[in-house]
């Protein structure tokens, strides 16, 4: 059974960074690919970052150059690095791996950008 643990969301102040870790088990981690998600009250879910298992990367366009999406395949975590947060990039975050009925998902993590 897959499972995906989330960690490293909070409050940060406009401007500020965080950086969110997903850890997970179950599975043969190296050869998935990955993405966040993200969903703010009252809104859809939508892709914030993705990586394949070969590194190469992709990017809302919200969040192209402040957000860096890696991954560490000895310690079967992915990471998001999100710099010059803005006030609209609150939401619960998610770490996803794969689609459809073969998706899987964490429990998400809070990041609350406010003054």
């Known amino acids: 059974q897959v499972q995906l643990v989330e960690s490293g969301g909070g409050l940060v102040q406009p401007g500020g960074s965080l950086r969110l870790s997903c850890k997970a088990s179950g599975g043969f981690f190296s050869i998935y690919a990955m993405a966040w998600y993200r969903q703010a009250p009252g809104q859809q879910r939508e892709l914030v970052a993705s990586i394949t298992a070969g590194g190469s990367t992709n990017y809302g366009d919200s969040v192209k150059g402040r957000f860096t999406i890696s991954r560490d395949n000895a310690k079967n975590t992915v990471y998001l690095q999100m710099n010059s947060l803005k006030p609209e990039d609150t939401a619960v975050y998610y770490c996803?791996?794969?689609?459809?009925?073969?998706?899987?998902w964490g429990q998400g993590t809070q990041v609350t950008v406010s003054s």
């Open positions: 996803n791996r794969g689609a459809g009925s073969a998706a899987f």
